[in-house]
């Protein structure tokens, strides 16, 4: 499977973006689907996740604030992001599997005070 991540951009503090990952497969075919980000001078972290069953898993950082959905249409997972801080401020990466064994590219967020 492969996987296409989007929807990074420039927002101020308190706005909202939404990533999207789509991938080449059937989502409902991946067992798991997460979030990941990457900050300046700190270490890969996790950020959410989303089996196919349907739990979801966030980091103690974005509980109330991000949201995930499917996007069946395109085939994708979707990352709702809101009331973002600066220190939401990473690259984003969304990848597959429990290793995680396939990654996507990242998408810049970057989030202004």
């Known amino acids: 499977v492969q996987l296409q991540a989007s929807g990074g951009g420039l927002v101020q503090a308190g706005g909202s973006l939404r990533l999207s990952c789509a991938a080449s497969?059937?989502?409902?075919?991946?067992?798991?689907m997460h979030w990941y980000r990457e900050a300046p001078g700190k270490q890969r972290e996790l950020v959410a996740s989303?089996?196919?069953?349907?739990?979801?898993r966030f980091a103690d950082s974005v509980k109330g604030r991000f949201a995930l959905s499917r996007d069946y249409a395109k085939n994708a997972l979707l990352l709702h992001m809101n009331i973002l801080n600066v220190e939401d401020t990473a690259v984003y990466y969304c990848?597959?599997?429990?290793?995680?064994?396939?990654w996507g590219r990242g998408t810049q967020v970057t989030v202004s005070s």
């Open positions: 990848a597959a599997g429990w290793g995680p064994d396939v």
């Open positions: 497969a059937n989502i409902f075919n991946i067992d798991v």
């Open positions: 989303l089996t196919a069953g349907g739990n979801r």
